[in-house]
């Protein structure tokens, strides 16, 4: 079942003495702050929404106002709190991108009948995803390659790939 919430960003500090504060973007996309008047923080397993103001966006960092946090003392209380969006205001997708968040548990299913497991971690190293698989075969990292992925179903909780260009790409734990 996929979260009706995704997380967006990252308090790291208060940035001045008036309840600014500096947040670390969790999307390859931190204009999608533009515009937002709403996110949730996560407490207890349940979702409370906080009202913000975008002040402005900087390089690597938003910078933006919570409601009600007044000086430096409040926004240091917020340090490391984890910023969502509910699903439905996410940004819209092109049909072959999926939410990371949304590929966590997904079943590895090769065209050759292997199973590799679960999708244990999604790593961002540079050029492309890395898929962290824990299975039957230890573990495997799979590059996120078109050649590899031939389709990722996520209602039915998998991810098929092309056994012939995984044996070519893929990092096999060799124990």
Do not use: W
Request: glycine share 10%; net charge negative; hydrophobic share 40%.
């Amino acid at each position: 079942m996929l979260s009706q919430y995704l997380m967006i960003g990252e308090i790291t500090k208060p940035q001045g003495v008036r309840g600014e504060v500096k947040v670390r973007p969790c999307t390859c996309d931190p204009e999608r702050f533009e515009g937002l008047e709403t996110v949730y923080i996560e407490k207890d397993g349940d979702y409370a929404p906080l009202r913000i103001t975008v002040n402005r966006l900087g390089a690597d960092a938003v910078f933006m106002n919570v409601e009600g946090v007044t000086d430096r003392d409040m926004a240091e209380k917020l340090r490391g709190t984890l910023l969502y969006i509910d699903r439905a205001h996410a940004v819209a997708l092109d049909a072959d991108t999926n939410f990371i968040t949304d590929l966590y548990g997904l079943r590895g299913v090769v065209d050759d009948g292997r199973d590799l497991g679960k999708i244990t971690d999604v790593m961002q190293p540079g050029g492309n995803d890395v898929y962290v698989f824990k299975g039957p075969l230890g573990e495997v990292l799979v590059p996120a390659l078109k050649s590899v992925v031939l389709a990722v179903d996520l209602p039915a909780g998998e991810m098929r790939l092309c056994g012939k260009r995984l044996d070519e790409v893929a990092v096999f734990d060799e124990d």
